[in-house]
């Protein structure tokens, strides 16, 4: 099940308020019958009156009130799983998650400027299949090859820099790790986009992009970081406790390598274009794509996602029907009943 519009969520928040009104109502009508004369008095004066009555006035309102606030979110519900045909490629996101991308040459920081760059490129795509692949010191697999674009953003903004416990940039175990979630008997054309400062701490990503050229992948390398570079704050609960130092304890200036980007994506007949401007990376990404073959290939997904919002609706015009009908005094044989003993 899915919310289709969760901002009406906030409304919610309406039912407390009306319980209190209701309760201030309830001790404003008291004070005033006290101040005109005798509780007990008064009770006898009006024998019809309910105090069962405004009380399921009041639930029946709330519950009315719910149903409409419900109707508004519109939940759906996926009735079944299908097999589609599509037709697209396979794309691996690399994502760079070392300390150096935590510099801030690049506002807000690298690594959330490589976020947005990935999510603008996934709301261009259309029927590819796409997977994610952190790296640091080494490459984790975080997201399997899917076509759930809204699963893959969930897991692209949960991404940080301790995703990875061992340090460094290792762009040769992120080709690697990528190579392995393109299927070799696939047809399908296979697209690495890689996301990084540039700065290897390992050798032999050269020999590993030519390894994916022969396995036929082409790699597109995006550059985030300036070659003037940046510092790398560490930072506690937001606020700069300090900045990350070598072991000459200097203060550590992480520059862009885009020389070797453009090698890796060289090796691979791919391209290199600089992150740092998002617009200009959705177009370049846009623009490859489409120089690169299509292939037909079967997806499970859930189909048929219907609005629920009618049944809420009605229920709830249902209730504020109900409530034109339901007046404040004892119903007859409810009052022969006695279930709340509101006979004496």
Do not use: C
Not at 113 to 131: C, F, W
């Amino acid at each position: 099940m899915e919310l289709d519009e969760k901002k009406y969520l906030y409304l919610l928040f309406i039912l407390p308020i009306v319980v209190l009104l209701f309760l201030l109502t309830m001790y404003w009508k008291r004070k005033k019958q006290q101040e005109f004369g005798d509780l007990e008095i008064i009770k006898r004066l009006s024998p019809e009156r309910s105090v069962f009555k405004p009380v399921f006035k009041l639930v029946v309102i709330l519950l009315a009130l719910l149903g409409l606030i419900i109707g508004l979110v519109n939940p759906k519900i996926g009735t079944k799983l299908e097999t589609v045909k599509r037709e697209g490629i396979d794309i691996v996101f690399a994502m760079d998650v070392s300390k150096s991308m935590l510099a801030e040459d690049v506002a807000p920081n690298r690594l959330e400027k490589s976020k947005q760059v990935v999510s603008q490129i996934i709301n261009q795509l259309g029927n590819d299949r796409i997977g994610i692949v952190a790296y640091a010191g080494s490459a984790f697999p975080v997201l399997p090859i899917t076509t759930d674009y809204s699963v893959a953003k969930m897991f692209l903004q949960s991404m940080n820099t301790d995703i990875v416990s061992s340090q460094g940039t290792s762009l040769d175990e992120a080709i690697k790790l990528s190579g392995t979630y393109f299927d070799d008997k696939s047809k399908t054309s296979k697209l690495l986009i890689l996301i990084s400062d540039g700065e290897d701490h390992s050798e032999g990503a050269q020999d590993a992009a030519e390894e994916a050229n022969k396995l036929g992948m082409r790699i597109i390398t995006v550059g985030i970081g300036t070659e003037k570079g940046g510092t790398i704050p560490l930072k506690r609960n937001g606020v700069i406790q300090s900045y990350k130092r070598d072991q000459n304890d200097q203060v550590v200036i992480t520059k862009l390598n885009q020389p070797s980007l453009e090698a890796i994506a060289k090796a691979t007949k791919g391209g290199y274009v600089s992150g740092n401007n998002t617009k200009e990376v959705v177009e370049y990404i846009k623009k490859t794509l489409d120089t690169i073959q299509k292939t037909e290939f079967e997806s499970t997904q859930m189909a048929d996602f219907q609005s629920q919002f009618q049944w809420f609706l009605g229920f709830a015009f249902v209730l504020l029907f109900l409530d034109l009908f339901l007046l404040e005094k004892k119903t007859n044989w409810v009052k022969k009943l006695n279930l709340f003993n509101e006979e004496k």
